[in-house]
């Protein structure tokens, strides 16, 4: 470390003996934990909202020798910024752009962060200067509630003074712009054969996260050869009793004789026969149904691939009577899933079955 | 462990740790505790496994860089786009000065967050010029700009040291000549 390094540590260090004295720490704990439980509680609530419904999950359960992992991102907010050519990374920053937009005046800019198909005009934005006025910019206030589907939000904007500015539905182009998201406002365009704002109807697409694997050397499993790519996998309800899930590019890395694997899922809002309860913490958030034996590179290439090669399967849920309208959540996706498929974890993700056991720590 | 338990380990071995690192970026008690506890939630709202509490340590030290420079950046993109409503970049803390009574606290709150971010980045987590860059999405010359400015308000507290930081912005500057 540097003379400067070294000055400020040492400047730094004794401000954080001071602050971490200022409070008990029991109690800093026990506030932290209850917003870990309340995010925990929240993300579960997400995956079982009844309203979604065209909707579909997969889960990859990967596994191996020493635990193994599978982490691919669905899409949500908080992408990588500056990453979307229309829209926003996620969903705040997407009302923020309509907003700043919106009180500039500039109507093209306006338009910009509207979902595709969509265009605003100059008497509609001028109006919506009115409502927004002058508001100190620092103190706007977003909330996000509980997205009507997984590709829809709805964000309340006030002021500091509780001022109301108004509801705003925020999408993501999951079709145009995938992470993407901007505000459903204005006018339709009217022959733009793009314009829808959700997936269409039936297929969902998501990006695959490279770099899932950094972290564990010996995780028998990968896809793609690194850590670039814009891999996705479709889900496609082909009808009401099928789902199809296709991947575009997969590598089966793993040591067969680790018995590596990959397997998908269907997270469904009823139990049916063979799915198995999905834990948030305690709460029940679905029930996973297994669309697929364990995929293993030696299996794929019984199947007729390779162990590099594009991967599709079809779930024909012979006992479900509409499929479409049990199949719940995105699926965010796994950083941690221990041997033989026991957790699957995302942004406050997920035990399976049982409780996760401790760590070795 | 479980996660409960780390989070609890963390506010009673790690909390000085974090709360200084949290403080060298945001340069005020209170936003360094808050900073330090949003950090801990958003690493902990994820189920995870450590390998020991440093490691769990580590994670929220780097979730507490990226919150702060998510923020910096989101204000900067906020105020650039409502000049007549933005606020001052430098906002010292008298508080600090009076709660802290250390030269180095009130350097740093002197400093504005971009500065105040990039000396941190570069000399308290040791990264590269180009390594800052890339975190603050900035481009090299405008990391060494705020470095050069940092590294001149921090002598006005007191003496930051020889480095090869100012040389080499001497040396940029010569070149342009």
């Given amino acids: 470390m540097s003379d400067l390094g070294e000055v400020l540590h040492d400047g730094t260090d004794r401000v954080g003996g001071q602050i971490d004295a200022r409070g008990d720490s029991a109690l800093r704990s026990a506030a932290a934990w209850q917003r870990i439980r309340s995010r925990r509680q929240r993300r579960a609530a997400w995956y079982t909202a009844g309203t979604v419904s065209a909707v579909a999950v997969v889960a990859f359960v990967a596994s191996g020798v020493g635990g193994s992992v599978l982490d691919a991102s669905p899409v949500q907010p908080a992408a990588s910024a500056n990453s979307c050519d229309r829209g926003e990374p996620s969903v705040e920053s997407a009302v923020r752009g309509f907003l700043e937009a919106a009180q500039d005046g500039d109507v093209d800019a306006v338009t910009a962060e509207l979902l595709v198909g969509l265009e605003a005009d100059a008497d509609s934005v001028a109006e919506l200067q009115g409502i927004i006025g002058d508001a100190e910019a620092d103190s706007l206030r977003l909330s996000v509630t509980q997205p009507t589907s997984l590709t829809r939000y709805t964000v309340k904007v006030s002021t500091a003074d509780g001022d109301d500015l108004g509801r705003y539905a925020v999408g993501e182009m999951v079709d145009q712009h995938p992470g993407c998201f901007a505000v459903e406002w204005g006018q339709s365009l009217p022959s733009d054969p793009s314009a829808s704002v959700t997936p269409s109807a039936s297929t969902v697409r998501y990006p695959l996260s490279f770099g899932m694997f950094e972290d564990y050397a010996t995780a028998p499993v990968a896809f793609g050869d690194g850590a670039n790519g814009g891999w996705t996998y479709a889900i496609d309800l082909v009808d009401a009793q099928t789902a199809s899930i296709t991947l575009s590019h997969v590598v089966l890395t793993g040591d067969p004789d680790q018995d590596a694997f990959i397997r998908f899922y269907l997270v469904l809002s009823e139990q049916i026969t063979g799915s198995t309860p999905l834990y948030d913490d305690d709460a029940l958030v679905g029930y996973m149904y297994p669309l697929t034996q364990e995929i293993s590179a030696n299996r794929l290439i019984e199947l007729g691939g390779s162990e590099e090669s594009t991967l599709t399967t079809r779930f024909d849920a012979n006992e479900v009577s509409e499929l479409a309208a049990i199949v719940v959540g995105d699926a965010v996706w796994s950083d941690e899933v221990d041997a033989g498929g026991v957790s699957i974890g995302d942004d406050g993700f997920v035990s399976y079955g049982e409780e996760e056991p401790s760590p070795a720590y | ?177």
């Fill in chain 2, 1 to 177: 462990m479980k996660d409960r338990d780390v989070v609890e380990a963390l506010y009673a071995q790690s909390m000085r740790r974090l709360s200084a690192y949290a403080y060298a970026l945001v340069g005020s008690y209170s936003g360094a505790e808050e900073l330090v506890q949003d950090a801990i939630v958003k690493t902990f709202s994820k189920r995870r496994r450590w390998q020991d509490l440093a490691a769990a340590e580590a994670y929220v030290r780097a979730t507490i860089r990226n919150l702060h420079i998510d923020a910096v950046r989101r204000n900067a993109r906020w105020t650039a786009r409502l000049p007549k409503l933005a606020r001052d970049e430098v906002v010292p803390s008298p508080e600090v000065a009076v709660e802290s009574d250390e030269a180095v606290a009130v350097a740093l709150a002197s400093l504005p967050p971009r500065v105040r971010t990039a000396i941190v980045l570069r000399y308290l987590d040791d990264m590269t010029v180009a390594a800052v860059a890339s975190a603050m999405t900035a481009s090299e010359g405008t990391v060494k700009r705020y470095l050069s400015d940092g590294r001149a308000l921090l002598s006005q507290h007191f003496e930051p040291g020889d480095d090869d930081e100012l040389r080499e912005t001497v040396r940029v500057k010569e070149a342009r000549r």
